[in-house]
């Protein structure tokens, strides 16, 4: 495993006020490499997607933690790592088809872990149920 430059490790509460936190601090962090705006956008894009998925469909009858950590690399790679405790994902094959969303409410388009493909390089879902969901995404800066 390559070592990293630089990292940032955050916790926040799954209350729906802390995703635009999540999206500005992850953005503020990898503004270090001077990326695109539109590599911004994507990261922030793809981030908040994360976020919303574990407060709304990780602790969707309850609150916890979401661990947040990002790492760069000299290469301008970045990685970032999303984690909840929350109730998890039955089939993460499934749940990562576009449309499938578990939402009643006819509220969620089931297009989270799309957008999280479309704009990153990498991603990789973990789940077992009951004990959470773990998202790893990359992105080469250009």
Known sequence: ?????????????????????ARSAVAAFIAQLNPTIEEISDIKCAVSEAVTNAIVHGYKFSQGEIYIGVKYYSDRTVTIEIKDKGCGIDDVKLAMTPLFTTDTTGERSGMGFAVMQTFM????????KDKGVRILMEKKLK
């Open 121 to 128: 390089d990498k991603l990789e879902v973990y789940s077992k």
């Open 1 to 21: 495993m390559k070592k990293h430059d630089n990292q940032l490790k955050m916790y926040l509460t799954s209350l729906s006020i802390n995703e635009s936190m």
